[in-house]
């Protein structure tokens, strides 16, 4: 089965500098990436997908996913963050279900802190 | 678009009480999804639909929870009886079945179960 790990339960950074929340993926066969973002009481929210293709995917608000074959990873950029990226991500596989169809699986989710 | 929309947003409801969350999906997709996000499991798939066929239950915790899909515009998920240890925000999705359409959520039903 698909799974993904997210290593670090927060991230801390400075507004300004840059961001990386860092994922992890174990796939049987291609690996179908996608990043999501959640802001307090509200549903998350798509930011970006790596399906193939380029390793350096460009999401929404100015984030980016470099993905890393060898190494399974598919991390979460952004080279300036600013305080309102402050939030809980999530890195997420499509996984084709047992019993038919697609379910998406979802990392434990990060929780970044931008400090103005 | 509207968007995913759920209803209602606050649930409070006292121990033993039926409580039925209701979503209706971004009209066009064809695959529907009920999570659960809590501190101690985050987000948690409890079923999943595909052109209103329940596909994967698995993930419902008992017997005490159901869902339905009578349409391709609207969902529901029922808890009968409901106990504090269901208190949590449960979340309705929606996307077009693939390996690469991203889930659209709605904002969450809040429950608490007193």
């Known amino acids: 089965a698909q799974s993904v790990a997210q290593p670090e339960d927060q991230v801390n950074v400075a507004e300004g500098n840059p961001l990386t929340v860092k994922c992890t993926y174990s796939?049987?066969?291609?690996?179908?990436l996608f990043w999501y973002v959640q802001y307090p009481n509200r549903g998350l929210q798509f930011l970006l997908k790596?399906?193939?293709?380029?390793?350096l995917v460009k999401g929404s608000y100015g984030f980016e996913a470099e993905f890393n074959k060898s190494q399974t990873s598919f991390h979460l950029k952004k080279p300036s963050a600013l305080v309102s990226d402050s939030a809980l991500y999530f890195c997420?596989?499509?996984?084709?279900?047992?019993?038919?169809?697609?379910?998406?699986?979802f990392g434990a989710g990060t929780r970044l802190f931008v400090k103005a | 678009d509207a968007g995913v929309i759920q209803s209602p947003r606050h649930e409070v409801t006292e121990m033993g009480q039926e409580v039925t969350l209701r979503c209706k999906p971004i009209?066009?997709?064809?695959?529907l999804f009920w999570y659960r996000q809590t501190m101690m499991r985050g987000l948690e798939l409890l079923i999943y639909f595909n052109n209103n066929v329940p596909i994967d239950d698995s993930g419902m915790p008992e017997d005490r929870f159901s869902a339905k899909m009578p349409n391709a515009s609207f969902s529901t998920l029922k808890i009968q009886p409901s106990e504090p240890r269901d208190s949590a925000v449960y979340f309705c999705?929606?996307?077009?079945?693939?390996?690469?359409?991203?889930?659209?959520f709605g904002n969450g039903t809040r429950l608490t179960v007193t």
């Open positions: 796939v049987s066969g291609n690996p179908y």
């Open positions: 997420a596989v499509r996984d084709r279900g047992n019993t038919g169809g697609f379910k998406t699986i």
């Open positions: 790596y399906i193939t293709g380029d390793n």
């Open positions: 009209s066009g997709h064809n695959s």
């Open positions: 999705a929606s996307t077009l079945q693939g390996w690469n359409s991203p889930l659209h």
